[in-house]
Every structure is written in structure tokens, then in C-alpha cells.
């Protein structure tokens, strides 16, 4: 035996705790570009050295996402959807960003993909816990 069954109520709020403590996350990120001294600017460029015309309007697109999505996980309105949107900012970030720096963060590398992945692996665990459901007949 593997020990006693979870227990709901617990389980419920452990996963509302990452639910919130990812969309705070994420938020802060988007405050802090939007906020800084030209890192929307400085994003958007980089983003056009990458092959994406107009950068600067994407990096703009991305911030506010960063911004308002969180906030509607927060609120638990239309969670599946904000956190596979971020899912796809992450993932693209992830693979255009992290992965040439290999796997690790700090340590054993630097600005690797680990943070990354485990941001992911939270969204998409709070985007399939809020999944309608699907009506039966």
C-alpha cells in the first residue's frame, strides 16, 4: 500500500497556492518590463533579431498578456486558457532563450531552461484541474 488516499480539501488549496503563486510570478515579470527603463524596447528588438517583424508591438502583446492573464487566474476566470497562452510565451521563451544555455539555472549553468520547465509543468497542471467539464448525456 502507498500510504492514505489525498485528502480533497487539502488538495484543493495546495493547488491554489500554485495556481496564485504562479500568476504573482508571472505578473511581476510583466511589471517589471513594462516598468523598466526600456525593457519593452530593448525585448522588442531582441525579438526582431529573431525573425519577428515589428518586435516592438510583440514584446508590447506579451507584456500586457503577462499583465492581465495572471489576474484572471487569480480570479479563476477562464484559467485553462490564460495559463496555456503563457504556456506558449513560455515554451517559445524557453527554446529561443534558455535551451542554447543548457539546463540549469545557477549552479551548474546559467539562465538554463529548468525555471522554465517548471513554470510550464505548473500551468499546464492548473490548466487541466480547471478544464470544464464536459457535459454528459
Request: charged share 10%.
Amino acid at each position: 500500500m502507498l500510504g492514505p488516499a489525498a485528502n480533497p480539501a487539502r488538495t484543493g488549496v495546495a493547488l491554489d497556492i500554485v495556481r496564485i503563486a504562479v500568476a504573482i510570478l508571472i505578473f511581476i515579470h510583466g511589471v517589471f518590463r513594462a516598468t523598466g527603463d526600456g525593457h519593452v524596447a530593448g525585448f522588442g528588438s531582441w525579438l526582431e533579431t529573431q525573425g519577428f517583424p515589428q518586435g516592438f508591438y510583440w514584446a508590447w502583446a506579451v507584456t500586457l498578456y503577462e499583465l492581465v492573464a495572471p489576474l484572471f487566474i487569480i480570479a479563476r476566470r477562464f484559467v485553462s486558457i490564460a495559463c496555456l497562452g503563457h504556456i506558449g510565451i513560455l515554451g517559445l521563451g524557453l527554446w529561443l532563450v534558455h535551451r542554447p544555455d543548457g539546463w540549469f539555472v545557477v549552479g551548474a549553468g546559467r539562465n538554463g531552461m529548468e525555471y522554465s520547465v517548471l513554470l510550464i509543468v505548473c500551468l499546464a497542471t492548473v490548466a487541466w484541474a480547471h478544464l470544464p467539464r464536459r457535459s454528459t448525456l
